[in-house]
């Protein structure tokens, strides 16, 4: 590999790198931090986080914002923990919190931002605030127990390993079917593919086999886990492969020429608002489950994470540019270097300190590369 390539390699898989560096250095500074039960509590963590950083990455790529997130988290932990309270059995509170939280607020920012054309940095810090407010004034200030003890599930069961080895399995299976089938249909076109994807296509290559040895050889699979592997797949195939995730990227580059060809932004906007506070709201459920009840505080600084995540995964803060799998990467990243810091010692003002810099670091990064590009 030439001097200019290796140069290009890493400008390209800078956080991917990052990430093993971080793996690699934690594991040998602690022993505890390589274990399957500390791992799977990482991709436990991971999951709140990166299930909103999903959303979050379709609503920064069209140079959007939205800091009203982690209030969602709160209202919508309370507001599920509430009506179990009422009565309701769990399966019937879930769609409901989603669609009554998840829903209204993801509508109510998505209309201001569209049809006015407000900065989505006031509209959404002014829900933030609203949010908090009604998750405090629904609990009273104090925290909310679960009343229906299948509620749980969803936050703390496990796929057994067994189950978890096979789907694992079959997931490798169906990307060397996906791999062999594009090399079959266009032998050089398939070649440039893979000489292109190779370092994501290595990293899935480990991250299953270090998923095997994770979940195969513990507890099993998280079930919160599981939800945020198939959300995650589902929004790489809606950016990858649907009109829609062509009409974010475009909505981002150049939001008056989208229009000008026809695409609807008012629309578009609207569903990429509700989509993150839906899967916001989700969090919150999900959060409630494992805790096993709900705090009107929970969610408090989550949109500083998801934000970081995004940024820190290759999305631009511009819009137009960004994936979902390096959005994984970032959110990996902070959930690894948050469970590292925890086990070395380091205080949690600390931790602010450091993410604080990771973000601006990601920023700087990414203006670097907009001036390579120019050039």
């Known amino acids: 590999m030439h001097g200019n390539q290796a140069l290009r390699f890493i400008r390209t898989n800078a956080t991917l790198i990052a990430l093993v560096a971080l793996t690699v250095a934690l594991a040998l500074t602690d022993p505890t931090f390589a274990t399957a039960r500390n791992l799977s509590n990482v991709a436990r963590q991971v999951t709140i986080v990166g299930i909103i950083a999903v959303g979050m990455t379709m609503v920064i790529l069209i140079a959007g914002i939205d800091l009203s997130v982690g209030s969602v988290v709160g209202v919508a932990a309370v507001v599920v923990t509430l009506l179990m309270q009422y009565g309701l059995a769990a399966w019937i509170a879930v769609p409901i919190t989603l669609a009554i939280v998840g829903g209204l607020i993801g509508l109510w920012n998505g209309f201001w931002i569209a049809h006015y054309r407000i900065p989505p940095f ?24 679960v009343a229906d003890p299948s509620f749980a599930f969803l936050g703390s069961a496990y796929i057994p390993p067994a189950p978890t080895l096979v789907l694992l399995a079959l997931a490798a299976l169906a990307g060397l079917y996906a791999l062999s089938k594009a090399l079959r249909e266009n032998w050089k076109a398939g070649l440039a593919h893979l000489e292109r994807d190779l370092p994501g296509i290595i990293a899935t290559a480990v991250g299953l086999l270090l998923a095997a040895y994770v979940f195969g050889t513990g507890d099993g699979l998280p079930v919160p886990v599981a939800i945020f592997v198939v959300i995650a797949a589902l929004a790489i195939f809606v950016l990858g492969h649907t009109r829609f995730g062509r009409r974010l990227y475009a909505l981002g580059g150049n939001e008056e020429a989208a229009r000008l060809s026809g695409i609807d932004v008012y629309g578009t906007k609207i569903i990429v608002y509700l989509t993150v506070s839906v899967l916001s709201a989700l969090s919150g459920i999900l959060l409630a489950s494992r805790l096993n009840g709900a705090s009107p505080n929970l969610g408090n600084m989550f949109e500083l994470d998801a934000i970081a995540a995004v940024v820190i995964g290759g999305t631009s803060l511009a819009g137009g540019s960004g994936t979902i799998g390096g959005t994984i990467i970032g959110a990996l990243i902070i959930g690894v270097l948050n469970n590292g810091m925890s086990l070395l010692g380091i205080s949690s003002f600390y931790q602010l300190i450091i993410k604080g810099l990771i973000i601006s670091l990601a920023v700087w990064f990414d203006v670097l590369q907009k001036k390579n590009w120019a050039r």
């Open 122 to 145: 006031i509209i959404t810090l002014g829900m933030l605030t609203i949010g908090r407010g009604v998750a405090l004034s629904l609990s009273s200030g104090s925290s909310i127990p």
